[in-house]
Nanobody, 117 residues
Framework: VQLQASGGGLGQPGGSLRLSCAASGSIFSINAMGWYRQGPGKQRELVASTTSGGSTNYADSVKGRFTISRDNAKNTVYLQMNSLKPEDTAVYYC????????????WGQGTLVTVSS
């Protein structure tokens, strides 16, 4: 099983970026998918998550600015980031709680988002 993240890069304050993360391999089912981030000198924090039933959860710091969505047919989760702030600068990691031969959490490789003018 692999999770491939993409879409990071340089964004301007007030601008937008969209992250994608696709899960591939011998996947029986996917429960939750989401994103964590780790900024410079900070601990890793949960940014947003979504369940197979469509429930979503957001960190207070991104509510109203970020939107998580999911394409179950493509085993892909997206993070639309609007109204970017310099404090959003971080490495973003996607994850999936999924079942192959067993149930576990899988991580993507991380994608760097830098917000700067």
């Amino acid at each position: 099983v692999q999770l491939q993240a993409s879409g990071g890069g340089l964004g301007q304050p007030g601008g937008s970026l969209r992250l994608s993360c696709a899960a591939s391999g011998s996947i029986f089912s996917i429960n939750a998918m989401g994103w964590y981030r780790q900024g410079p000198g900070k601990q890793r924090e949960l940014v947003a998550s979504t369940t197979s039933g469509g429930s979503t959860n957001y960190a207070d710091s991104v509510k109203g600015r970020f939107t998580i969505s999911r394409d179950n047919a493509k085993n892909t989760v997206y993070l639309q980031m609007n109204s970017l702030k310099p404090e959003d600068t971080a490495v973003y990691y996607c994850y999936a709680l999924l079942r192959t031969t067993y149930y576990g959490r899988y991580w993507g490789q991380g994608t760097l988002v830098t917000v700067s003018s």
